[in-house]
Each structure stands twice: as C-alpha cells, then as structure tokens.
C-alpha cells in the first residue's frame, strides 16, 4: 500500500520533537543552534525570515545537508542542534525527519513562520 501525505506526517511527527516557539526563541540564542527556514524563496522575500537563519527550500534540503554532495552547505552540521520551521509546520516536519534519516541527530520542529514571531522571535530581511 502506498504511503500518504498523512501517513508521511504522522511518521515524522512521531520522530521529530515539536518544540514551542518560546522555548526556541530561547534556545536559538545558545552556540550551536541553527535555525533553518525551509519555505520557498519567494516566501522568505515576502515575509523575511528568523534572524540568523539558514534559508534552504524545502526541494534542496538533501542535496545541502549532505556532506558529501557538491552543494553542501557547511553550516549545517550533523552535530548542531537544528530548529526547523516552515509556513505552518508540515514541511518542517517532514524536512526534520528526512535530516534524522541523514543522521542529523537533535531535530526540532519549530512549525511557522508565524509562531517565531508570534513568540517575540527576532527577523529580519528575507
């Protein structure tokens, strides 16, 4: 049986802890944490984004997190606690479970957008 968009979701919510946007406003303050932004670009541009976030749709995520890909991006580090959001928190979630597959081990889902900054969370331009 194939699965579906809602089997997909329960599978990595079950996985990827769900963190409130108070706790990672404040967490996001501490070493080692990056924040990724999984919208599209043209979200982040209408919107901005968290302050200091990692920006990387939601389609590159692999061909980024992958150390041994061309298109690694340093900043993201196996070893870093990793707080992920999107627009309203599917895609976070999904992308939290996929880095947990790669070996990412602290995953966070964040959810929105709007819950960073709803929570006080800092922005700026996208």
């Not at 150390?67 to 976070?92: E, F, N, W």
């Amino acid at each position: 049986m194939p699965l579906t968009v809602k089997d997909m979701l329960a599978a990595a919510n079950a996985e990827v802890p769900r963190i409130a946007p108070a706790d990672a406003v404040t967490l996001a303050e501490e070493p080692g944490v990056l924040l990724l932004d999984v919208r599209d670009a043209a979200e982040v541009k209408a919107s901005g984004k968290a302050a200091g976030a990692l920006a990387v749709s939601r389609g590159l995520v692999e061909f980024r997190a992958d150390p041994d890909s061309p298109m690694h991006d340093p900043t993201l580090k196996q070893a870093s606690t990793i707080l992920v959001y999107c627009a309203s928190g599917g895609r976070s979630a999904l992308v939290g479970k996929t880095l947990k597959d790669m070996g990412y081990g602290d995953v966070r889902n964040l959810g929105g957008f709007k819950d960073w900054v709803e929570a006080g969370g800092p922005v700026e331009p996208g």
